[in-house]
Structures are given as C-alpha cells and as structure tokens.
C-alpha cells in the first residue's frame, strides 16, 4: 500500500481526509493550512489543525466541526461577563489544545495531539513558521477571522496576499511525506481555492516540491500499470532521477539564505 498525501482545510477538506485515513491509516499524510491562524486572549488558535484532529478522531461536533462534540462555553461566558472580547467563542474543551501549543515546534504538537487521539494518519501543519492569510478590502487588509467575524463577509474583496509565506520553511515532516519513496498520490481536498489551498501553495518552495513529486507519482503509476499482467505496455520500470529524489535546496534551505 503506498503513501497519500493531501492538502486540506475547513471542514469538507477534513471530512475527504477522514475518508482517505480511514482505507491508508499511517499511509496517509495531510498537509493543513495554518494561514488562518491567530492569537487569541493569549492562546495560539489553529482552526484548521483542531478541525483537522477532531474529524480524524472521530470526536468532532457534526454540525460545528471546528469544535469536539459536547463542547461548552463556562470560560467564554464569563470572559464575556467579565467585559473581555466576544467575537471568538473559546470552548472549554477546545481551550485543552491552545493551552498546550507553547514552546514547541506547531509540527511536533500536531503529531503529540495525533498520538494521544488515537490518529494514525500524520496531521502536519504546511510550515512550522507563521504564515497568516490577508484579504485586501477597500478598507484595508484584514486577517481571515476579522473578515468572516468582525465585517460579517460583507466588505468586497479585491485580492489575497500571505504574509511570511515568502520566508516561510517546509519543515522536515513535509518533506518526508512529500518524498517517500512509496508516494502514490498527492490529494487537493474540497477546500477553499483561496484561503486554505494557496497559502499552502504560497510556503517558500512548495509548488516546485509538488511539481516535482507529481512528476515522480506519474511515472511510478505508469511502471506499476505497465507491469500489470492484462497490460499489452512494455514492464520495463520508470524511475525518478537522481535530482529529482533528493531534497530540494529551494524548498529546505534555512530561510535566512533564500
């Protein structure tokens, strides 16, 4: 069984990730957009990443995927009474990932969380670096969530610009998914085109990784298709080169040097 891996975000990227986890299990790897990320009374809030964990740990609400089933809300009600910000409601259950994403690479905590939910799939954020998703709008550039929860969607968008993808590093858990020697296929999950799936595309080196990988997929498909006994192709077996099974410097390169 070969490796899958996928770029995905929200909630209907997460659900066709679910699906792909539950036939490849430690198979499968998804790569998860974190341009949407944010500080929020002083905890890291990563929705994709917990939309992400709790679909694959079968633990999501089914009509609020971004929150684990039976979620309530004692701390945001009383930050609220308390005169605190209202906009972002903080489960009580949700806070338990915010409070332990301190002082360790976003990659090593995504894996710890998907040991101790019982996920075999590797849930990898695209880089350990901030990158955050800005929607140009007449009044200005403005983060995802202040668009969706503050202007209420309602101001015209003129463009997309992602700040820190150009700096941003592919980290080594990408890059050993993306370059596994058994890679099968790489999956674009149903997921916004704009601020899920391209501040992916955006990180420093991604595109030409998975130009490159895809290239490599097709001609380990084509070899297994020609060996296929029923198949009138010649079996002699395709293979990548050199170059192109190796580590990109671009992609893997300290982002100080690019």
Same mark, same amino acid.
């Given at each position: 069984?070969?490796? #899958? #891996?996928?770029?995905?975000?929200?909630?209907?990227?997460?659900?066709?990730?679910?699906?792909?986890?539950?036939? @490849?299990?430690?198979?499968?790897? #998804?790569?998860? $957009?974190?341009?949407?990320?944010?500080?929020?009374?002083?905890?890291s809030?990563?929705?994709?990443?917990?939309?992400?964990l709790?679909?694959?740990?079968?633990?999501?609400?089914?009509?609020?995927?971004? &929150?684990?089933?039976?979620?309530t809300?004692?701390?945001?009600? +009383? =930050?609220?009474?308390?005169?605190?910000?209202? !906009?972002?409601?903080?489960?009580? !259950?949700?806070?338990? *990932?915010?409070?332990?994403?301190?002082?360790?690479?976003p990659? &090593?905590?995504?894996?710890?969380?998907?040991?101790?939910?019982?996920?075999?799939?590797? #849930?990898?954020? +695209?880089?350990?670096?901030?990158?955050?998703?800005?929607?140009?709008? &007449?009044?200005?550039?403005v983060?995802?969530?202040?668009?969706?929860?503050?202007?209420?969607?309602?101001?015209? =968008?003129?463009?997309?610009?992602?700040?820190?993808?150009?700096?941003?590093?592919?980290?080594?858990?990408? +890059?050993? *998914?993306?370059?596994?020697?058994?890679?099968?296929?790489?999956?674009?999950?149903?997921?916004?085109?704009?601020?899920?799936?391209?501040?992916?595309?955006e990180? $420093?080196?991604?595109? &030409?990784?998975?130009?490159s !990988?895809?290239?490599?997929?097709n001609?380990?498909?084509?070899? !297994?298709?020609?060996?296929?006994p029923?198949?009138?192709?010649?079996?002699?077996?395709?293979s990548?080169?050199?170059?192109?099974?190796?580590?990109?410097?671009?992609?893997c390169?300290?982002? *100080?040097? @690019?």
């Amino acid at each position: 069984m070969g490796t #899958v #891996v996928a770029l995905a975000g929200q909630i209907g990227g997460a659900k066709l990730a679910h699906g792909l986890a539950r036939l @490849r299990g430690k198979h499968f790897a #998804v790569i998860v $957009n974190t341009g949407d990320d944010s500080e929020v009374l002083g905890f890291s809030i990563s929705p994709d990443i917990d939309i992400m964990l709790y679909t694959l740990a079968g633990i999501a609400n089914p009509s609020r995927g971004w &929150e684990p089933v039976d979620e309530t809300f004692g701390f945001y009600e +009383m =930050v609220k009474r308390l005169g605190g910000p209202q !906009r972002t409601p903080l489960g009580d !259950r949700g806070l338990a *990932a915010q409070a332990l994403r301190e002082d360790r690479r976003p990659t &090593e905590i995504a894996l710890d969380f998907c040991n101790a939910l019982d996920i075999e799939a590797r #849930v990898l954020p +695209m880089s350990d670096d901030p990158v955050r998703t800005q929607l140009i709008t &007449e009044a200005g550039a403005v983060s995802y969530s202040e668009y969706f929860e503050d202007l209420g969607c309602e101001r015209a =968008v003129s463009g997309f610009f992602y700040a820190g993808a150009d700096t941003a590093r592919i980290s080594d858990e990408v +890059m050993e *998914a993306l370059y596994a020697p058994d890679l099968e296929a790489i999956v674009i999950c149903p997921s916004n085109p704009y601020h899920t799936i391209r501040p992916i595309l955006e990180v $420093n080196g991604m595109r &030409e990784l998975l130009k490159s !990988r895809t290239f490599c997929t097709n001609l380990a498909t084509r070899s !297994r298709r020609a060996a296929w006994p029923w198949s009138t192709t010649s079996s002699s077996t395709a293979s990548c080169s050199t170059a192109r099974t190796k580590r990109s410097p671009r992609a893997c390169a300290p982002a *100080a040097s @690019r």
